[in-house]
Nanobody, 113 residues
Framework: VQLVQSGGGSVQYGGSVRLSCAASGFPFSIYGMSWYRQAPGKARELVAQISGTGEIIDYSDFAKGRFTISRDNAKSTVYLQMNSLKPEDTAMYFC???????WGQGTQVTVSS
């Protein structure tokens, strides 16, 4: 099982970033996927999650209206589109495969004011 993340980087307040997480080694389409984030000195927190079919999606309150989780089962990839970014969104972002219980390597997103 492998999750390889890409995207992220440094953006200014109000900017956008898209994160990708390419999965391999398990039947991607039958498992839910999640995005988490962890800011320095804080606990890791759930950002959003999506079911295997993509029909069921949940967001944490801070992500609603600004972030969009999606998946392409043909590419075994889950995405996180983040818009209207704020400095408080600065964190390391991780994808997580719910069934296999595996984490991606993490991607830093830094938002400057």
């Amino acid at each position: 099982v492998q999750l390889v993340q890409s995207g992220g980087g440094s953006v200014q307040y109000g900017g956008s970033v898209r994160l990708s997480c390419a999965a391999s080694g398990f039947p991607f389409s039958i498992y839910g996927m999640s995005w988490y984030r962890q800011a320095p000195g804080k606990a890791r927190e759930l950002v959003a999650q999506i079911s295997g079919t993509g029909e069921i999606i949940d967001y944490s309150d801070f992500a609603k209206g600004r972030f969009t989780i999606s998946r392409d089962n043909a590419k075994s990839t889950v995405y996180l589109q983040m818009n209207s970014l704020k400095p408080e969104d600065t964190a390391m972002y991780f994808c997580y495969a719910i069934g296999p219980a595996r984490w991606g390597q993490g991607t830093q997103v830094t938002v400057s004011s």
